[in-house]
């Protein structure tokens, strides 16, 4: 084998070259495969990484994280386009996690990521003012407005009795700072139930001004079967899929943590893979 062969085939084990094995096939088909990509390099990661392990199996789902290497983390647009680039179909599940995070972004940085997200078929769980608003709500409600700053909910996160290990959270460099390690895990397991609760109730206190924010009728979050040039879904009607109006502008929705309806989807049903069609569909049953 030449030089140049070995490092072609080099490249595409990483993940550089154009040739790659599809992530569906090393997976159980009996589980529905859903690609995450997230802003964040570790947090994020870590949390999906534990939904895999303590209800992957028992759900039937398996939550692929499409990791980057940049340690600063990916800007709003870049999380949807690395969504985009690891899934195999245009009908693959995708999900896009970002923050609001005023302090590196711009309200059109939101808005562009929103829009190239619904054109192609993206679910995007908007965390407002950041991440760690989701982690909170698992031990306790928080409503204040923050205008994109984290540094209370970061505050009360590492002060709540219940959240054993956060006491340092943020305030190391490196992985351990923001990684969720055994102690944390812990505190959050079992109380998903908790923080989806919570984070379905800040959606009807959205700022909106003419109202209609509600998660009340989101009882399933259905799968966006494609492309907005198969679907015609408009804007609207995939702004109406998160709970808010159709008009609701996603920079305004102080606080909001989205995270919860990927949970919901995640446990709502279980699937089967087709052998011959080699794609997921729904097996119409709830747990």
Not at 12 to 34: E, F, I, K, N
Not at 109 to 128: F, K, N, P, Q
Not at 146 to 168: I, Y
Request: contains cysteine.
């Amino acid at each position: 084998m030449s030089g140049d062969n070995r490092r072609s085939k080099r490249r595409d084990r990483r993940g550089g070259g154009a040739v790659r094995r599809p992530v569906s096939s090393y997976q159980d088909p009996t589980r529905r495969l859903v690609y995450v990509a997230a802003e964040g390099a570790k947090t994020e990661g870590d949390y999906i990484a534990l939904l895999n392990r303590a209800y992957g199996a028992e759900k039937k789902f398996h939550l692929h994280f499409c990791r980057h290497g940049d340690p600063n983390g990916l800007r709003p647009v870049e999380v949807v386009k690395r969504v985009l680039a690891a899934a195999q179909r245009p009908d693959d599940e995708k999900w896009a996690l970002f923050d609001r995070d005023s302090g590196d972004k711009t309200p059109e940085d939101i808005r562009e990521a929103m829009r190239l997200a619904a054109e192609h078929g993206v679910h995007v769980a908007l965390s407002h003012p950041s991440f760690e608003l989701w982690l909170l709500l698992h031990f306790k409600q928080h409503t204040s407005r923050e205008s994109g700053r984290s540094t209370t909910v970061l505050d009360r996160l590492r002060a709540h009795p219940d959240a054993a290990g956060f006491a340092d959270y943020a305030s190391q460099s490196g992985d351990r700072g923001k990684g969720l390690g055994d102690r944390r895990e812990r505190a959050l397991l079992g109380r998903e139930k908790t923080a989806i609760d919570n984070a379905r109730a800040l959606v009807a206190l959205c700022p909106h001004p003419s109202g209609g924010c509600s998660a009340r009728h989101l009882t399933k979050i259905e799968p966006i079967p494609g492309p907005r040039s198969e679907t015609k879904e408009t804007y609207e009607e995939w702004n109406r899929r998160t709970g808010h109006a159709a008009t609701c502008d996603p920079v305004q929705r102080d606080p909001s943590a989205d995270v919860w309806r990927l949970l919901v989807r995640s446990a709502s049903e279980r699937t089967k893979r087709s052998n011959r069609t080699n794609s997921f569909r729904s097996a119409n049953r709830t747990d």
